[in-house]
């Protein structure tokens, strides 16, 4: 499967984005589908991810209440709606695909990866 990223972007501290993520050469319907993100110097984090066929749903606790994932089966597309957003969610943010009904927090468990779309935080 392949994925692309999009919706970042240059938000002040407080307000909202919405990433999205478009997947191409199959559906997601046996997949995990997760957000990443790393920022400069530092390793890739688990953000949340999703099981695509029941909707389970994992936040890391940084971002628990704040942001929010979802999916659109008719697209064929992930969504990270992104609230109250803070200077340290800047980072490059991913989405990663992997074939399991578990949501794995180790980005190597992934193996499909979109190229990343940048969100800058300013405070």
């Known amino acids: 499967v392949q994925l692309q990223a999009s919706g970042g972007g240059l938000v002040q501290a407080g307000g909202s984005l919405r990433l999205s993520c478009a997947a191409s050469g199959r559906t997601f319907s046996d997949y995990v589908v997760a957000w990443f993100r790393q920022a400069p110097g530092k390793e890739r984090d688990f953000v949340t991810g999703i099981v695509w066929s029941d909707g389970r749903t994992v936040f890391a606790d940084s971002v628990k209440g704040r942001f929010t994932i979802s999916r659109d089966n008719a697209k064929n597309t992930l969504y990270l709606q992104m609230n109250s957003l803070k200077p340290e969610d800047t980072a490059l943010y991913y989405c990663?695909?992997?074939?399991?009904?578990?949501?794995?927090?180790?980005?190597?468990?992934?193996?499909?990866w979109g190229q990343g779309t940048l969100v800058t935080v300013s405070s």
């Open positions: 990663a695909a992997g074939r399991s009904r578990l949501i794995y927090r180790l980005p190597s468990l992934y193996h499909s």
